[in-house]
C-alpha cells in the first residue's frame, strides 16, 4: 500500500488479535535493582508479595520470558473492545500544515473509557483462578476503578474501591458507573482502615490523595484472607498487559508500511506509555532501530524531569514494597491539576530504569496548553480527548510542529489513552478561562518530601 493511501482508520481483523503480551525485561541489557520488602528492606520474594496478589499475577512481577501467553478466557474478555482502531491525523496534519504523518492508537473507545481495562481484566482472572472472593484498589481519577469494576463483575469478584476524596466528591459520575457495576466505593481517607483513621486523626479535612488510597487499599488485602489487592499502573505486571497495545500497534503499522520514528505517551505510573512503547522498545534494544521514545508528564507533577532516582514506597503509610523509581517522595502533594491520572509521585521501575538508562527521554507540559491541544484535537479529529492522554497529544504536536521547521516527514505515533466525557468539568473550567500554569512551592514542597525518602543501606 502506498503512503497516501493509508486509510483515516486501520482495524486490524481479530484474527490477527496478538495471543502473547511481550516482557521487556528479556531484552533490557540491566535489570531495575530489586523490589524491597518495606518492613525488612530486604529483597522481596513471592512469598512477600503473596499476602496481597495473585499467584499468576506474582509470577509475572519476578519474569524475564520475552513472552507469557495470554489466557483464552481473558483473549475472549479482550475481544469485547480489542483490537483497537489506528487513526491517522490526517485533519490534525493538515491544521497544523506539517509534513509528518501523524497516527494515534485510540484505547478510549471501550466501555470503561481508557486503556486500564487492558490489566483490570487479566488482574480480575488470576484472582479468581486463585479462588478469592474480593478484590481491593484505589482511584484517583475514577478510570481504573471503573475497569476493575468491570473486569471483577466479569469473574463474580465484590471489588472495594477506595477514590481520594477530592475526586469523590468532584466526579459524581465516575461513582454511578462503579456503582451500577456493583463495586462498593469508599471515600479515601476513611474511617474503615487503620491508616485512615491515623491521617484523619491528623487532617481531618484531607481530601486525600492516590498514595493515601493505595494504603488503605493495600491494608485491607493484608487484613482479609479472602482479598486481593489490585493495582492500575506502575508494577512489571501491569506494563505486561498494557503491550497488548504495542503488539496490535505494530502490525498495524506493518500493514501499511509504517514504521514511527517517535512513540509519545503521557506517564502517570508508566503503564500507556510502557504499552505502546515497549513492542517497538524492543526492537531499539536489539539494536534493528533509533525511534525516539518521549513520556510525557504533568509539569505539576514532574517525576522524572525534577524527581530523585532512588529507592521509595509507593504508598503514603509505606506499605507497598520499596522500588527504585523516579520519584517526587512518597507523601509529595502535587497541586490539584485536572489530569488526576498524572497526579502520582512516583512511576514504574521497568519505565524508570529505562529512562536513567537513556532509551527513553521525558517532557513535562503545563495544563493549560494541555487543553489547548486537546480543543484543537478535538476539533479536527472529533474524539473529545482525556485530559491526561492530552499531555501526549500536546507533545505531538510539538513534534509535528519541529517537523514543520525542518521540513522533515518524520512518522509521529501517540497513544490516546482514554476519552474525556466524563471530564467536561475540567473543560468547562478552560473554556471559561480558569485554569491556570502556577505551581505554587513546588520547589519546596519536593524539597520537603525528597527528604523523607528511606534510607537503604
Ligand atoms: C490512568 C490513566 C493514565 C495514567 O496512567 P499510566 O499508568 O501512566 O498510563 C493516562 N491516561 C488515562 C486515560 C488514564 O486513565
Redesign the pocket.
Known amino acids: 500500500m502506498k503512503k497516501n493511501q493509508i486509510p483515516y482508520k486501520m482495524i486490524l481483523p481479530e484474527s490477527e488479535m496478538p495471543k502473547f503480551w511481550y516482557n521487556i525485561q528479556a531484552d533490557m541489557k540491566e535489570l531495575p535493582a530489586p523490589y524491597l520488602n518495606p518492613m525488612t528492606k530486604k529483597e522481596i520474594t513471592a512469598d512477600d508479595l503473596a499476602p496481597i496478589f495473585a499467584s499468576g499475577l506474582i509470577e509475572q512481577e519476578l519474569s524475564t520470558e520475552r513472552y507469557i501467553e495470554i489466557p483464552k478466557d481473558v483473549l475472549e474478555k479482550y475481544h469485547l473492545a480489542r483490537p483497537t482502531s489506528l487513526h491517522r491525523a490526517y485533519n490534525l496534519e493538515k491544521a497544523l500544515d506539517t509534513p509528518a504523518r501523524i497516527y494515534y492508537k485510540y484505547e478510549g473507545a471501550n466501555p470503561s473509557g481508557?486503556?486500564?481495562l487492558n490489566s483490570a481484566i487479566p488482574q480480575a482472572y488470576y484472582n479468581m483462578l486463585d479462588g478469592k472472593k474480593r478484590v481491593s484498589t484505589e482511584t484517583g481519577?475514577g478510570?481504573?476503578g471503573t475497569a476493575i469494576s468491570i473486569a471483577s463483575q466479569f469473574y463474580g469478584l465484590e471489588c472495594t474501591v477506595y477514590m481520594v476524596k477530592v475526586s469523590y466528591e468532584q466526579k459524581p459520575y465516575r461513582k454511578s458507573i462503579m456503582h451500577t457495576y456493583g463495586a462498593s466505593v469508599i471515600p479515601s481517607p476513611s474511617n474503615l482502615t487503620q491508616c485512615g483513621r491515623d491521617i484523619l486523626a491528623k487532617h481531618p479535612d484531607s481530601l486525600g490523595s492516590l498514595g493515601i488510597a493505595i494504603s488503605e487499599a493495600v491494608e485491607d488485602a493484608v487484613l482479609h484472607d479472602d482479598t486481593n489487592y489490585t493495582l492500575?499502573?506502575v508494577l512489571n505486571h501491569v506494563a505486561l498487559h498494557q503491550t497488548i497495545i504495542g503488539e496490535e500497534c505494530k502490525k498495524q503499522m506493518e500493514m501499511i508500511d509504517e514504521y514511527p520514528d517517535i512513540i509519545i505517551g503521557?506517564?502517570?505510573?508508566?503503564?500507556?506509555?510502557s504499552g505502546i512503547s515497549y513492542p517497538f522498545m524492543m526492537d531499539k534494544l536489539q539494536g534493528k532501530t533509533k525511534t525516539r521514545f518521549i513520556a510525557v508528564e504533568a509539569a505539576a507533577c514532574p517525576k522524572l524531569t525534577k524527581g530523585k532516582y532512588a529507592y521509595d514506597y509507593g504508598d503514603t503509610a509505606m506499605k507497598t514494597p520499596i522500588t527504585m523509581m523516579y520519584t517526587l517522595g512518597h507523601d509529595f502533594m502535587p497541586s490539584g491539576i485536572h489530569a488526576g491520572?498524572?497526579r502520582y509521585h512516583g512511576d514504574s521501575p521497568l519505565l524508570s530504569k529505562l529512562y536513567h538508562d537513556g532509551y527513553v527521554e521525558a517532557a513535562a507540559v503545563n495544563q493549560t496548553e494541555v487543553f489547548d491541544a486537546a480543543v484543537l484535537f478535538a476539533k479536527n479529529e472529533a474524539i473529545l480527548p482525556?485530559p491526561?492522554?492530552s499531555h501526549a497529544i500536546c507533545q505531538a504536536i510539538k513534534e509535528a510542529l519541529k517537523c514543520k521547521e525542518s521540513g522533515e516527514e518524520k512518522v509521529i505515533l501517540f497513544n490516546l489513552?482514554?476519552n474525556g466525557y466524563l471530564d467536561l468539568y475540567a473543560y468547562d473550567q478552560y473554556l471559561a478561562g480558569n485554569l491556570e500554569d502556577e505551581i505554587p512551592g513546588i520547589g519546596e514542597e519536593l524539597d520537603r518530601s525528597l527528604g523523607e525518602l528511606p534510607e537503604i543501606q
Open positions: 481508557s486503556h486500564k481519577a478510570q481504573w492500575g499502573s503521557c506517564n502517570g505510573g508508566g503503564s500507556n506509555f491520572g498524572l482525556a491526561e492522554s489513552s482514554g
